[in-house]
């Protein structure tokens, strides 16, 4: 469950998006420091508030990195972000922290050290990174006493640079060009989770393709047959399309309506065949070579 917006809902109903989460079988909860400018955060251990028996059931995890207009990856803000980030959650400790967006002045070392002290004073137990190509996780895990352990990237049927160069490969077409590195075959090889963030949107927030007859008359035809043959809805045929995947990828769901959360947890238990995975995929605009 991404929690970029709950704080537009109240607090009892965010306890109620958390409980309804919860029974649908999700126990990893994704925050940001600058999610609400840490309105979010409060927000969250607000609608927990007086059961903390929840806290040894979830995964908390959060992120930081991104500052006002540039990145900062120095040990002096990791270190400062996660306190701020354990204060407004009101928790002792981040099962996960993730460095948000990469940071070209980075200086490996000392990111390093601010691991060592998160991990050693019991504040972070794992850690990873987000929109993080390979070449970067390897100079950064060249310094690094912990294992990275997840990478966040945006994925959907219809954002799919994580996929194309490798179907595409050698061909001249757009398709073909290799823009992340080939961040998912790399995840796969050194156990790093991926996670799909924004999986229902069709670029950087250009709007959902889920009912878009108009941009995606193809893709919302097949969505819809196939929701009526695993007697589901095209949201979780959507999410399904993704956990087909044998990366085992997490999707980010970002809503705050309980319904739509229900659907998008339905949708991981669907096993899509071979078949409508790549009908899903060529409906959505891409070459099956």
Same mark, same amino acid.
């Not at 981040?94 to 060592?116: C, K, Q, S, T, Y």
């Not at 077409?173 to 992340?180: E, G, H, K, S, Y």
């Not at 156990?191 to 250009?206: C, K, N, Y």
């Given at each position: ?32 420091? /600058?999610?609400? $400018?840490? !309105? ?6 607000? #609608?927990?508030?007086?059961?903390? +028996?929840?806290? @040894? ?105 994580? /996929?194309?160069? $490798?179907? !595409? ?6 398709? #073909?060009?290799?823009?992340?590195? +080939?961040?998912? @075959? ?104």
């Amino acid at each position: 469950m991404g929690n970029m917006r709950i704080n537009n809902l109240s607090v009892k109903e965010t306890e109620g998006l958390i409980y309804t989460a919860l029974e649908a079988g999700i126990n990893v909860f994704d925050h940001a420091d /600058i999610y609400g $400018g840490g !309105s979010c955060e409060e927000h969250f251990s607000k #609608a927990l508030s007086g059961n903390e +028996s929840i806290r @040894e059931k979830i995964i908390l995890q959060s992120k930081c990195g991104i500052r006002k207009g540039y990145y900062d990856f120095s040990k002096e803000h990791i270190l400062s972000s996660v306190d701020g980030i354990l204060q407004r959650l009101d928790t002792d400790y981040l099962d996960i922290l993730l460095l948000h967006r990469p940071d070209p002045l980075m200086e490996p070392d000392e990111v390093a050290e601010a691991f060592d002290q998160l991990h050693h004073s019991g504040k972070v137990r794992y850690f990873g990174v987000s929109n993080h190509n390979p070449t970067q996780i390897e100079l950064l895990q060249k310094s690094l006493t912990q294992k990275l352990v997840v990478n966040q990237m945006q994925l959907s049927i219809a954002h799919t640079p994580l /996929i194309d160069s $490798g179907v !595409s490969l050698n061909m001249n077409t757009d398709n #073909a060009v290799n823009r992340d590195s +080939s961040t998912l @075959e790399y995840c796969r090889l050194n156990d790093i989770t991926l996670q799909a963030w924004s999986p229902f949107q069709t670029g950087f927030f250009d709007g959902v393709f889920v009912g878009d007859n108009e941009r995606f008359p193809e893709l919302n035809k097949v969505l819809e047959r196939l929701a009526k043959k695993y007697d589901v809805t095209p949201t979780s045929i959507a999410v399904a399309w993704i956990t087909r995947h044998p990366a085992n990828i997490q999707v980010v769901l970002g809503t705050t309506n309980a319904a739509r959360l229900q659907e998008s947890a339905a949708g991981s238990e669907i096993p899509l065949t071979r078949q409508e995975w790549f009908e899903l995929y060529a409906a959505a605009g891409n070459m099956v070579p």
